[in-house]
């Protein structure tokens, strides 16, 4: 049973009453708080941050996540350790219990998901990461939901730095191969032009040879000026292009340095990347 | 000519009214697969929703009729329709504010939802019922027919006459505009395409900066449009009847179930199913075989193949087998 | 201990609001109250075990309480021997022939491979209709017409009533077996549409098969397992007795039978209370709940989720038919036409909701709350518009409009009630422990 009576199903799954599958999930977007000036620190950072979610455990100890402007941070860390619950607490989508959230030189702790979306921030999800029935296009004028100016050119760039995008654009998002689809994920994070990108596993579940064209897209949207926080599974070929690494341990910060100081780092290599 | 009286006969008697009948099932279930695939529930209150609707549009067509105001040859109740939805608007969007909202604010599983839409049904007959009562109703004025079976017998000089009614002629150029309206909307707007991307994936919808209690607000507006359009229609070709108007969720929910829940394409596709399928069961076909066939193969009995008491059984049958070979629907249920 | 104490309290407001009926309106009305609330609550306990112990959506209660009515008078009327004779066994040749037709259908569509199978099963389903109809209709018309004024059917086996109850049982049970089998198999269940699609059915059937109900002509006389009233006003025992409480006997004799009834019922109900508590605290309830709570967990312990579902499909709709069986009974009559869903389907579910999804004392609590409220609001709603409309003056439409639509204030109250249950208390009056 349910602690909420309301979300009690009694294990129905009958779908000619109710739309099974994944209702959403994220907390906070009846938040209604406003951004608060705080300058000084590095351009986006999750500080001392606590919670976990719903009533549920703490899963978070006091983690700190931070990405400067012009950079690649990198989150890698073993199975459990919190890697996305940390990136959806930076995002807004679970309640803090303790420690804050800075971008741009404002406390944006108290602003809901959507609010963030607002002030500059894209967030590309691990799963159900793009509209499966809309098509690709859809999917990028939806990414542009908050813009009410001309985003045309905006979509040209996202076709070019994705040319097969344009190619399908026309076609159901859902029909698209496991690499594609990512690329749309990430196209529809780029379209509000954010301040600073968040990426929770780009590369789960695609092919090798998919996944280094993945990460050369990254790197290219890096280049335009566009700082990146990222979760990864291949901790190693994460942190050959990160300029900062996180190590997260059980909700709280293992290790942190530049890419190369982590791999070269004995411990980090013995536990995580294999010796 | 036997063949051409035949086949006149058949379009008086099933294609005609089978047309009309799918049409308004498809408007309704329109209404019922957008609050599946957005609000995630079967809203038991659609067919008293509808009722409510015609309810209100038949106050305004008495008290336009009264007032002397007229749309000449056709129905007083189109004129009085806008004030119909608006009436139904209000309904549901206060009722949106006063009951579903809590559960949204909830997370309340959609289950516990379609129990809320029970009792909001429970409601809704309760006001139909106690505001015009139980009895028969008919509000149709104007010219009754586009063309009569006496005037299409004397044009074409055959036995048989086709009739078509102002109703419903009505019904399917309405459900024409309003079905491409709807499409037009959900394919082209912005808003129009929140609503499936919200109907896809919420949290997604979220991060996109999409605000669900807007949707939500424009979704029950549609719904009041459709539901209201296709109470006023089906009143207008039959008659209006609030237990009438309740049993219509039957044939509804199985013409949205068979098109594919969430689907307006599918929608559309299952009240024309389940209205075909019911009209042409439960006819007799003694008339039009009887000019079909050669004189010595001419039935005796009445070639009914059900009584029509059984149409609710067809719907039924046909949903059944629909789900059996095909579970998802003729058409994929959007993200279903 | 003091939810025990919060539950007797609740039952005993229910006693009271009946008590107080008898005090205020007659013993006659209390009567009624508590015999239609026992039998309320037997269905609340049945779909209660459904939606609240298996998360079952049943939406068709209607036709599960329609069809123990239906055996009500398959068991208890005389049999009509001329319809018998004329048609009887052509009629069961023709339902025979039907049923074959759709196994062969099924078999066909098992066996059959390849592109020609769709076809054959519609070759079959065809031509078996045809040969279905030709037999049926003409055993139909035989036994229709034999004195249609007062029979016009076959009638039924001639046995006690009470034999009805455990056979309107097995009846929903029968009916319940096949949408069951065939909503809970499809990849994602569609039970709710399917039963409320086979209620409609059901009912459709009970109104045009004349040779099996006699349809809306209704069957009337159903005996009774209780005496009659006449029969005790002329027993000269009764009368005496009537006389020594201080009674005349007709009020004694309908008081009377009234109370045996409730008897019967009471009994009736607190077997089948009893039996429901001891099942659902055996290992079969401790799994049908681990079932509910976590799906995915106990099909990987190796339970087979959708034959239980299906069994306790069976059980809750087979309480139904019973709970009907026992309703036509009381009434001494089956009137098809007077089965809705508003009052047979989804009243039972306000009974559950409110009174308390998951558990079985507080279903039978919904039960003789809700339909207590059923009953009463009609006369509170008149009474209320009587005071509306005091101000007014006769003849006037308004007043005229209130007074008659006071009627369906209770449709009102009942939605109402369920939705202020379910935002403040959406666990019911007597929670799931």
Redesign the interface.
């Known amino acids: ?1 349910s602690d909420n ?2 979300q ?10 109710a739309k ?1 599958g994944a209702r959403g999930t994220s907390e906070g977007g009846d938040r209604e708080g406003r951004a608060t000036p705080a300058p000084s620190g590095p351009f986006l950072i999750g500080e001392n941050m606590t919670g976990g979610y719903g009533k549920g455990p703490d899963i978070l100890h006091g983690c700190t996540i931070a990405v400067e402007k012009g950079e690649i941070a990198v989150i890698v860390g073993p199975n459990g350790a919190g890697k996305s619950t940390a990136m959806k607490a930076v995002f807004g989508m679970l309640n803090l219990r303790g420690g804050s959230v800075r971008l741009d030189g404002e406390d944006i702790t108290a602003l809901s998901p959507q609010d963030r979306v607002v002030k500059g921030m894209g967030f590309v999800p691990q799963n159900n990461n793009i509209f499966t029935s809309l098509t690709v296009e859809e999917n990028l004028e939806m990414g542009a939901f908050i813009r009410r100016d001309d985003f045309r050119d905006t979509m040209t760039q996202i076709y070019d730095l994705f040319p097969i995008l344009k190619e399908k654009r026309f076609q159901a998002a859902g029909e698209l191969s496991g690499g594609q689809r990512q690329q749309v994920a990430v196209g529809r994070a780029l379209m509000t032009q954010p301040k600073v990108l968040m990426l929770d596993e780009p590369t789960a579940g695609v092919s090798p040879i998919v996944m280094d064209e993945l990460f050369d897209r990254i790197i290219e949207v890096a280049r335009t000026g566009i700082p990146i926080l990222m979760v990864e599974q291949n901790a190693r070929q994460a942190l050959e292009i990160a300029d900062h690494g996180y190590v997260l341990v059980q909700g709280s910060n293992g290790h942190t340095g530049t890419g190369k100081e982590l791999l070269a780092n004995p411990e980090v290599r013995a536990s995580f990347l294999g010796g | 000519m036997d063949f051409l009286n035949g086949l006149v006969a058949f379009l008086n008697f099933v294609f005609v009214p089978g047309l009309a009948y799918g049409a308004q099932l498809a408007i309704g279930a329109l209404g019922v697969t957008l609050i599946y695939g957005i609000l995630r529930f ?1 809203n038991f209150a659609h067919g008293d929703t509808m009722a409510f609707g015609t309810m209100v549009t038949i106050a305004f067509t008495y008290l336009f009729q009264n007032l002397g105001l007229s749309l000449g040859p056709l129905p007083t109740a189109l004129l009085a329709l806008p004030f119909g939805i608006a009436g139904t608007a209000l309904l549901l969007l206060g009722t949106d504010r006063l ?1 579903y909202k ?1 559960y949204r604010q909830q997370k309340a599983a959609p ?2 939802l ?3 839409s ?10 139909v ?3 015009i ?2 009895e028969d109703r008919s509000f149709l004025d104007g010219e009754r027919f586009i063309i009569s079976a006496r005037a299409f017998k004397e044009m074409t000089g055959l036995q048989e006459g086709l009739a078509i009614r102002t109703s419903q002629g009505l019904t399917v150029l309405t459900a024409v505009v309003v079905v491409a309206l709807l499409f037009w909307f959900l394919n082209k707007t912005r808003t129009g395409k929140s609503m499936r991307a919200f109907s896809d994936n919420e949290d997604l919808a979220l991060l996109s900066g999409i605000n669900p209690e807007r949707v939500v607000m424009v979704t029950w507006l549609i719904v009041a449009c459709l539901a209201t359009i296709a109470g006023v229609l089906y009143g207008l070709d039959k008659s209006f009847k609030p ?1 009438t108007y ?2 219509l ?2 044939p509804i ?2 013409s949205a ?1 068979v098109g594919g829940l969430g689907n307006p394409l599918g929608a559309i596709a299952g009240g024309f199913v389940i209205a075909f399928s019911e009209v042409t069961i439960t006819y007799a076909w003694k008339k039009v075989l009887g000019y079909w066939l050669p004189e010595s193969l001419a039935p005796d ?1 009445l070639v009914q ?1 059900m ?1 029509t ?2 149409k ?2 067809v ?2 049958a046909i ?2 087998i629909v ?2 070979f095909r ?1 998802t629907g003729l058409f994929k249920g959007q993200s279903v | 201990m003091t939810v025990n104490i919060r539950n007797i309290a609740l039952f005993s407001i229910v006693g009271l609001l009946i008590v107080g009926t008898g005090l205020v309106q007659g013993w006659n009305s209390a009567l009624l109250i508590l015999n239609m609330g026992l039998i309320s609550a037997i269905m609340a306990l049945g779909v209660n075990l459904q ?2 112990f ?4 049943n939406i068709g209660v209607m036709g599960f309480v329609a069809l123990g009515g239906l055996a009500s008078v398959l068991i208890s009327m005389p049999p009509t021997g001329e319809a018998w004779s004329g048609g009887g066994l052509r009629v069961l040749l023709g339902l025979a022939l039907g049923a074959g037709t759709i196994a062969a259908a099924i078999l066909t569509q098992k066996r059959m491979q390849g592109r020609a199978r769709n076809w054959a099963t519609l070759a079959v389903l065809v031509g078996g ?1 045809f040969l279905f109809r030709f037999v049926f ?1 003409s055993a139909v018309g035989a036994i229709e017409s034999v004195d249609p004024a007062s029979t016009g059917y076959l009638g039924g086996l001639n046995l006690p009533v009470l034999i009805a109850w455990p056979v309107g049982g097995l009846f929903a049970a029968g009916a319940a077996w096949v949408i069951g089998k ?1 909503a809970l198999g ?9 039963t ?3 209620a ?2 059901i009912i ?1 059937v009970l ?2 098969e004349d040779w099996l109900s006699r349809g809306v002509k209704n069957v009337i006389g159903i005996p009774r397992p209780v005496p009659y009233e006449v029969d005790l006003q002329q027993d000269a025992g009764f009368i005496e007795r009537a006389a020594s409480f201080g009674l005349d006997p007709t009020t004694a004799s309908t008081l009377y039978v009234k109370f045996l009834y409730g008897i019967l019922f009471a009994i009736v109900l607190i077997i089948l209370l009893w039996l429901a508590q001891k099942a659902l605290n055996s290992p079969w309830g401790r799994m049908m709940r681990a ?5 995915t967990a106990a099909e990987a312990m190796g339970k087979d989720v959708t034959a239980r579902h299906l069994q306790i499909f069976i059980l809750g709709s087979a309480i139904c038919g019973i709970a009907g069986a026992m309703m036509t009974t009381l009434d001494g009559q089956l009137t098809p036409g007077t089965y ?3 009052r047979f389907t ?1 009243l039972v ?2 009974m559950v ?1 409110v009174g308390g ?2 558990n079985n004392f507080g279903a039978v609590l919904g039960g003789f709350l809700i339909w207590f409220l059923w009953i009463q609001v009609e006369p509170a709603g008149r009474a209320l518009m009587d005071l509306v409309t005091s101000g007014m003056s006769d003849g006037y439409w308004l007043k005229d409009h209130l007074q ?2 006071a009627a ?9 009630v ?2 202020l249950v ?2 403040f208390s ?2 019911g009056l007597i929670p ?1 422990k």
């Open positions: 049973m009576p309301y009690d199903t009694r294990g129905n799954k009958d779908a000619s009453i099974q | 079967s009951i809590f289950v516990i379609v129990i809320v029970m009792g909001v049904m429970f409601v809704m007959n309760g006001i019922r106690f505001l009562g139980t237990f309740f049993q969720l039957l929910f199985a179930i009995s193949l009584s008491d059984y609710f059984a719907s039924f949903l059944i789900l059996l579970p | 939606w609240g298996a998360g079952l959506f209709f209709d065939t499809l990849r994602s269940d569609y039970l709710a549409i399917a409320l699609g086979i409609e059915i459709a109104k045009n079932i509910r709570d976590n799906e809705q869903p508003l989804f579910w306000v909701i999804s998951g008659a639509s369906h204030m209770r449709l009102l109250t009942m939605g109402v369920l939705l379910l935002r959406p666990r799931e």
